[in-house]
């Protein structure tokens, strides 16, 4: 599940990691420097190549100065929408085969392609209410400190670049 929250915390973290130790700043502090900055560094979708979702909560955890309460929450919530949402990740792979293959064949079914978009979108909808429900779970166990940290993170997310990977 993409969680852009946790995306703009990775990058942040990428950033002010060798900053953080010349300049004996605090990580929030860092962060709000970075967060305030108009050409603060993006990465992609797991931050440093190799690592995975986990490694979000990590970088979030140093942003947010979270506690190690806080942390495990957050772990706990995100396992279980992974864990919920697993069907509707294994559906939209599975539509996007059919999809490939209804059209490499070259005749146009126009119904069975309707079929195939309207059961992506359905699965897409779940995804994105999980997504929500994620972010809304997460920002409760927020300090309100936190919370204001995490707003500012925000509009470092910016625009999604790059392929989509659909039909690719």
Do not use: C, W
């Amino acid at each position: 599940m993409k969680n852009r929250f946790f995306i703009t915390a990775l990058a942040l973290m990428t950033a002010a990691s060798g900053g953080l130790f010349i300049s004996g700043m605090s990580p929030p502090a860092i962060a709000e420097e970075i967060a305030l900055a108009e050409d603060a560094p993006m990465m992609g979708r797991y931050g440093e190549r190799g690592r995975g979702p986990g490694h979000r909560i990590e970088a979030m955890a140093e942003v947010l100065e979270l506690s190690e309460e806080q942390q495990a929450q957050i772990e706990a919530v995100m396992a279980a929408e992974r864990e919920a949402t697993e069907p509707y990740r294994e559906q939209m792979r599975q539509t996007r085969e059919e999809l490939r293959e209804t059209m490499q064949d070259g005749a146009f079914d126009e119904a069975r392609i309707r079929a195939l978009a309207a059961r992506q979108a359905a699965a897409k909808t779940e995804m994105i209410v999980s997504k929500a429900r994620t972010h809304s779970k997460i920002f409760a166990f927020l300090t309100p400190e936190q919370q204001v940290l995490a707003k500012k993170l925000r509009p470092l997310m910016g625009p999604r670049k790059g392929p989509r990977h659909f039909m690719h």
